[in-house]
T-cell receptor, first 111, second 114 residues
């Protein structure tokens, strides 16, 4: 059973700070890794995708992948109140070719 | 990215009735569509995969006779919750991708069974 675990929240940061979100996964053969943002009552929207070890930056967002440690993270720089949402880590590949989600981490950015 | 349109966005129904949820691919031809369910404060869980012109594939523990999936065309997949009960109340979401690459989701349908 493939599992995706996210750091327990909720996470609260002041506006302008860096928010750090973490995720570990159990299936070493996993190949694709994603971060989704989900506002309350809405469906997930893609923030970042990462497929190889290292860092990937897109604007204020940086995803980090370490396959040896089975660890994915998302950094949000200069956090804004509009970043307040639940962030879902999702993993694909390995023992089953299905997208497996973590439970999410609720982030609150305080003005 | 691909545009997936889901309808309705919310529905309230009485226990024992059936509800149909539609998922349309607006700018591409979808031979498969993926249906997820999300209970409050829980993760999204894949329920089933619809296949155009053939039977859907259901995940373990999902009752295929209760959750009827139809994929009659390359642009429309439907999920019908039959004989709905309060425990079926959930957020149902469709997606165009199995997840190997970026997946785009429909707007989601909030089902409340009273």
């Amino acid at each position: 059973q493939k599992e995706v675990e996210q750091n327990s929240g909720p996470l609260s940061v002041p506006e302008g700070a860096i928010a750090s979100l973490n995720c570990t996964y159990s299936d070493r053969g996993s190949q694709s890794f994603f971060w989704y943002r989900q506002y309350s009552g809405k469906s997930p929207e893609l923030i970042m995708s990462i497929y190889s070890n290292g860092d990937k930056e897109d604007g204020r967002f940086t995803a980090q992948l370490n396959k040896a440690s089975q660890y994915v993270s998302l950094l949000i720089r200069d956090s804004q109140p509009s970043d307040s949402a639940t962030y879902l880590c999702a993993v694909w590949g390995g023992s089953n070719y299905k997208l497996t989600f973590g439970k999410g981490t609720l982030l609150t950015v305080n003005p | 990215g691909a545009v997936v349109s889901q309808h309705p966005s919310w529905v309230i129904c009485k226990s024992g009735t059936s509800v149909k949820i539609e998922c349309r691919s607006l700018d591409f031809q979808a031979t498969t569509m993926f249906w997820y369910r999300q209970f409050p404060k829980q993760s999204l869980m894949l329920m089933a995969t619809s296949n155009e012109g053939s039977k859907a594939t259901y995940e373990q523990g999902v009752e295929k006779d209760k959750f009827l999936i139809n994929h009659a065309s390359l642009t429309l997949s439907t999920l019908t919750v039959t004989s709905a009960h309060p425990e079926d109340s959930s957020f149902y979401i469709c997606s165009d991708s199995p997840g190997d690459t970026e997946a785009f989701f429909g707007q989601g349908t909030r089902l409340t069974v009273v």
